[in-house]
C-alpha cells in the first residue's frame, strides 16, 4: 500500500497499525494546497461473497454518517471522506497530532496519585458523554485509542469500534449477519461485550478500567487470556489493596467496573457527574465557609506574647508542590490537610488554655484552580459566602497586599451553629490558581488574636 494512492488523491505515506479488521496509514491529501496529511484507514471485509459485500456496504455507509455526526465535537476526529474501491471500503479521517494516553500510564509511568487520576477519568468522560448522548458505544475504549493532542493537551477519542463490524461480519444466504468475534480489546472489554452484546455502560466499564490501571499500575492487557484479580466473595475486580485511595474514588470506579452492567452508571454523563463532585472546585474557598468555625478564649496577656514573640518562636511552614511557604507560632497546632476536595491545605489552631475552653481560633490555608480576574474572584468570594453562612454580613471590601501581590481582603460575621463568629479572608491570584488565607474566630475575640493572625498573613511567600 505504501505509496499508493487511494480515492483518486490520498497517497499513502506510512502505515500506523494494523490488526484483524483494519490497517491504518498516515497519507497526504494530493488535491489540497501543501497536501495536508490525514489518516486512512482500510476495511476489508472477511468474505467477498454477494451477501456479505452488501451488508458490509450498508454498514459502512451507516457507521460513516455517525463518524460525520460525531467529527463535529471537537475532540473528536473529523471524518473527511469515505469510498470503496475494488470491494475494499476506505475511511479518511483528520490526524491528530500527539501521543496516545498509554504514553501517561503504567507500566510506562509511575502509577498516577489521585488527583491526576480524577482529572484524567473527567477529560474522557467529558468527551464519551457527547458520544453516548448521540446513542453510539465507542465500543473499544483504551488507552491507545484515547490521544493527547499536541496543540492544546486536551484529549481525543479515536478508533471507534463500531467501523470494525466492517470487517468482522459475516453474512449467510438469508441474509443474516454474525460478528465473528468480539468487537473489543481483552482487560478492557467487560462480560457482555465479549458476548457480543455490548452497552453503553461497556464504555463505561473501560474507563474504570483505566482509572485502576492509573491507580494500581495492573497491565490489564496483560488479564485478557488468564482473568482479572477478582474477590474470592464478590467475585468483582479487587484492585484496593494496590493503590493508596480514597474511599469516594475507589467506590465510584468501583461502580464503574461492576461485573453486571446493570450495576454500573448507564451512560458517561451519570458517571462524570459522580466524578465531578471529586474534582477540585473552582471556588475552594466555598466549603471552607461551611466547615465547623471554632474559637477558644486565650487570656490578653498571652495574646501580647504572642504577637510580639521573637522569631525563634516561629516555625517553618513550607508545600513545595503548591509552592507556598509561610511562619507560625511554635505553640499552635498544625494540622496538614491536602483535602483534594476542598484544597485545604493546612489549618493552625491557637493553643488550648484549659478543659473548659469549647472553641479554638484557627488560620486555614487554601489553594485551588481559578482563572478569572482578580475582580471576579471578589464577587463570586462575597456571593458564597452569603450563599453558605448563616446570617452573613460583610462588614468591609478592601484592597490588600499578600506575598507581594494585589490580593482583596474581606471581613464578615455569620452564625456556624449557635457561634457567632468573624472572618477575616484574604487571597491573590497567580497562575490561574487562587491562594486564599481564613483567619476565623468567635466574634468576642477576634481581635485577640488578628495581631498574630496578621503575622502569619504577613509571612506567606508564594514561588
Not at 457507521?63 to 470491494?87: C, D, K, M, V
Not at 497530532?97 to 498509554?102: K, P, R
Not at 454523563?269 to 486565650?298: F, M, Y
Request: aromatic content about 8%; charged content about 20%; overall charge neutral.
Amino acid at each position: 500500500m505504501l505509496g499508493k494512492t487511494v480515492g483518486g488523491r490520498y497517497q499513502i505515506l506510512t502505515q500506523l497499525g494494523g490488526g484483524g479488521f483494519s490497517t491504518t496509514f498516515i497519507a497526504q491529501d494530493t488535491q489540497r494546497p501543501g497536501n495536508p496529511q490525514c489518516v486512512v484507514k482500510h476495511f476489508k471485509p472477511l468474505s467477498n461473497d454477494e451477501y456479505t459485500l452488501r451488508e458490509a456496504k450498508r454498514l459502512f455507509h451507516l457507521e460513516a454518517a455517525t463518524l460525520e455526526r460525531l467529527g463535529t465535537h471537537n475532540q473528536i476526529p473529523q471524518l473527511l471522506a469515505h469510498f470503496s474501491e475494488n470491494q475494499e471500503f476506505y475511511l479518511v479521517q483528520e490526524l491528530i497530532v500527539g501521543h496516545d494516553l498509554s504514553q501517561e500510564l503504567p507500566p510506562v509511568t509511575d502509577p498516577l496519585p489521585e488527583t491526576e487520576v480524577i482529572k484524567l477519568l473527567k477529560e474522557i468522560l467529558e468527551v464519551l458523554s457527547f458520544v453516548h448522548q448521540q446513542n453510539v458505544i465507542h465500543r473499544d475504549i483504551k488507552p491507545a485509542n484515547i490521544r493527547r493532542r499536541k496543540s492544546d493537551g486536551k484529549i481525543v477519542l479515536i478508533d471507534f469500534g463500531a467501523v470494525k463490524q466492517i470487517s468482522a461480519q459475516r453474512t449467510n444466504v438469508q441474509g443474516e449477519t454474525n460478528l465473528t468475534v468480539a468487537i473489543g480489546t481483552p482487560g478492557y472489554m467487560p462480560s457482555e461485550q465479549a458476548n457480543q452484546v455490548p452497552k453503553l455502560s461497556s464504555d463505561i466499564y473501560a474507563v474504570g478500567i483505566i482509572g485502576i490501571q492509573a491507580l494500581t499500575g495492573i497491565n490489564f492487557p496483560n488479564f485478557g487470556s488468564q482473568g482479572l484479580p477478582r474477590h474470592p466473595n464478590t467475585g468483582e475486580i479487587d484492585w484496593r489493596n494496590q493503590a493508596p485511595v480514597s474511599p469516594k474514588l475507589a467506590n465510584i470506579i468501583d461502580k464503574m467496573v461492576r461485573y453486571d452492567f446493570r450495576q454500573r452508571y448507564q451512560s458517561a454523563d451519570e458517571a462524570l457527574q459522580a466524578i465531578q463532585r471529586l474534582s477540585p472546585k473552582p471556588l475552594p474557598w466555598k466549603t471552607l465557609i461551611g466547615v465547623g468555625i471554632i474559637a477558644l478564649i486565650i487570656p490578653l496577656s498571652l495574646l501580647i506574647f504572642q504577637a510580639i514573640a521573637p522569631k525563634d518562636n516561629f516555625l517553618n511552614y513550607e508545600n513545595s508542590s503548591k509552592g507556598i511557604k509561610l511562619r507560625y507560632p511554635q505553640n499552635w497546632q498544625r494540622q496538614d490537610i491536602e483535602n483534594v476536595f476542598t484544597q485545604e491545605l493546612v489549618t493552625f489552631l491557637s493553643p488550648k488554655e484549659n478543659d473548659a475552653d469549647k472553641f479554638t481560633e484557627k488560620l486555614t490555608v487554601n489553594v485551588g484552580d481559578f482563572a478569572g480576574t482578580l475582580d471576579e474572584s471578589k464577587d463570586l468570594f462575597i456571593k458564597e459566602i452569603k450563599n453558605t453562612l448563616t446570617d452573613a454580613n460583610v462588614i468591609s471590601t478592601t484592597t490588600a497586599t499578600m506575598a507581594n501581590k494585589q490580593a482583596y481582603q474581606l471581613v464578615y460575621t455569620g452564625k456556624n451553629g449557635d457561634v457567632s463568629v468573624k472572618n477575616l479572608q484574604i487571597w491573590t491570584l497567580k497562575n490561574d490558581k487562587a491562594y486564599v488565607i481564613t483567619y476565623t474566630a468567635n466574634v468576642e475575640d477576634y481581635d485577640k488574636f488578628l495581631p498574630i493572625a496578621e503575622k502569619m498573613i504577613q509571612s506567606l511567600e508564594i514561588e
